[in-house]
């Protein structure tokens, strides 16, 4: 079956077997988050949940607390390598992302920031 077909039948049984797909979800959510995890990062959800342990529940940069947070933590990666670094918000986690990882980028914006800081 090509790309298009596989597509176009993924979509119609999908919106044929909706309530039942939705049902499934909602009673495995370990399950799909496992899987996930494992799709995108190569992680386990135990290895998830001990990270999450380590870092007491919060951002690795910002350490806010999950519970203040309105999304979960996200699990944050090297784009190049695909090592995981940690846990983190969706607030520092897409803030790093906007400046391609960049360090020189955001050192200086860290710069810009002591130097107005008095104004």
Known sequence: MNKEKKKEY???YYLKN???I????FKNKDKRKEYQ???KYNLTLDQYNKMFTD???CCRICDRHQSKLSKKLCVDHNHTTGKVRGLLC???NTNIGKFNE???ILNKM???IKGHNNE
């Open 10 to 12: 993924d979509k119609k």
């Open 18 to 20: 909706i309530n039942k």
């Open 90 to 92: 969706n607030s520092c």
């Open 102 to 104: 960049d360090t020189r």
């Open 55 to 57: 870092q007491n529940g």
């Open 22 to 25: 939705k049902e499934y979800y």
């Open 110 to 112: 860290i710069e810009y």
């Open 37 to 39: 995890l494992k799709a």
